[in-house]
């Protein structure tokens, strides 16, 4: 039985249709078919515009081939703002909240041909407090957060891409739940113009897929980095030196990630170097959870000055640490961040990337939390690009995985030896 | 004659303010009267909303001291989001438009108690095309930009305290051409949120006040580190140790910067060391406009792919050369930029803070163009803290002035310092 087209990876899509072999029109009506088959249950989408996005497939089947995304059905986690499309923001501060232009990473991902098709879950501002998204892999369970739906709707086959965002976790931690690569660019690499704003020294916006090669041709448009989507990068001449980097966070790790640990401890092995943190990273998760309460406590100043009241008590919580943080401690914080971001830069001496945990384990049951991103929280504060790998399953049957970390301004690096990884987990 | 109200130094004004010596209303009128005589020559404000600002200070006045803006009146460039003015981002695509939230940074200064009287005149988003300001001490000059109407109005004493944001010199050049205290904070010590991003690299908000103190009144606020508003920081017990750096770009300086040079190098004989830039910070001025160029290109993508017709010739040039740089060549430059930030730490070994040129020279001749930021450009991508501090007049009688620029984080110190240096350039 042939793949059927709402499973085919982006970047043999991709090629399809811009040889012209797949229509645009028929890749997106069989996405749109799973969709309205699973979205009852998933519950993925705040927005959906079948009509618009077909008028888009159709205009783009009978115009030139625009880009790399060209007639690839995109999400669009509803933190980044839309022309045409309204963008809540997970609050309900901001329902029927319509933007006048198009956050600039969806304007490029246009741009680039890919066919914008809805609105996925955020959790309330990219906080804590969950959205009705589910697990595909087992409705009971959190798909994690924020970028819930983006990450649900990609793993559940009905888009082949999807935006998201990470502050602390957003982008692997649900990617790790839901069994999907997901991809953090390196900080200001994608440009945040139109993303609502959390934290300027945290926010990321990057991408879930279903395969390495797929994030990295999302990554391309993203970061305007060519490099990301020539087929070359993942056909490596010599295999990656890895470090393996427990983290000092991995007393949180359970046995689902401890199992998966191992195993990939096997599946590479003759490739690992053990690599220690240098103690200038150290206390850098106990940073970022400061830096990121302080700087959401203020820019939501307009939204906990006029609309408290429409305010969950978890993102109060989290803007009364922010408070109750000075300036001065926040200074400090900003300098010790800078110092370590030069630091890392020695950690890709004598290794190309690192592989660490994503996520303490599987998806925890309920929709009440979203998880712990305490896995995510240095590599964010560190500003490097990350890429979760899922190739395992816990003790419930749900997605384990782990990620992987490259030096900043890497991507590419990262891609490749995350494409190189990858093959050798699954295979292991 | 006692000095008028519209002349009183913020920290004035708010000491009265707080003790009831002196209303919101009275002040408010004053500086509103001050207005009507000026703007229609100087051409500061895009909106400016009389009856509002006249009920909130009315509301202030009769309701609890609110916090450290306490009744002062505020200018806003019109880059920054308000929930009750329209924001037109100084470009035709934006005529009226309406956002849903105040930027966090008019948040933070309405909480303290600031009064927003009106949106300033910004150039064509943030950029080099101008708009219709003139500059208050020869009304035949160019005011600088981006922040043009900010500057200009507080130098007119139209207002205490206005708004801004720089990128390249947008806080810095116009503070230098209209004769006044402009204050770029660090980097991300002020929250973005509902500022029109241009480069996340590099945009900063910052302010412009009529004293040192002033400014970092405004900076406590706008960074939330109450040492700022310390009156103890005005009152050091040592001299500071200057670091005297004309720059790698000091070619382009005129005679009226080198005179305003020298004569500071005689005001403050006897504190000043000579620095000279490690070689790492030398091609900072090229990077900053690799940057500024690559992220302007990707930021304004909505507009550029919808908008074209409505953007000036100047922009699509800037955005053409960003589109022409490459995305392997910007995570290059990223890279050079960590680790100059990581080297511009050493700069303050020996010194507290870095005296250096803000401009050219005086407010060049005419509205076409707001002037250029050379001397701004590398400080603004190393993120560090800079003031504006004028205290010179050139050939054609407009102000010129020199900035301080303080270590990542230390604005405290910079103000300090700043303080101090000013007193003794307009002594000596």
Redesign the interface.
Known sequence: MPTPLHRLEAWQAARLLARRELSAEDLLRDCLARIAEREPELRAFTYLDATAALDRAVALDHGPVHGLLHGLPLGVKDLFDT?DMPTGYGSPI?AG?QP?????A???C??AGAIVLGKTVTTELANMFPGVTRNPHNLAHTPGGSSSGSAAAVADAMLPLALGTQTAGSLIRPAAFCGVVGYKP?H??V????V???S??LDTPGGFARSVRDAALLG?VL?????LADPALFEPTRAPRIGWCQSPDWEHADADTEAAWFQAERALAGHLLAVELPQALVPLTGIQKAVQA??TA??????R??HAAHLSQALQALIDDGLNI???A???N??AT??A??AA?SLFDSVDVLLAPSSIGEAPLGLASTGDPVFCRSWTLLGLPCVHLPFARGQRGLPVGLQLIGA?????RLMAAAHWVHARLLAG
């Open positions: 022309a901001y909240h006048k232009a198009d956050a600039a969806v304007a490029l246009r741009e390196s200001n690499r440009p945040r113009a139109g609502k704003g959390l300027d020294t391309a970061t305007g980095d060519a490099r302080f700087e203020r820019s939501l100043s307009h939204e000055r006029h000075t300036g001065a926040h200074a400090h900003l300098q800078w110092l971001r030069a830069a900043f301004g890497d991507d590419h």
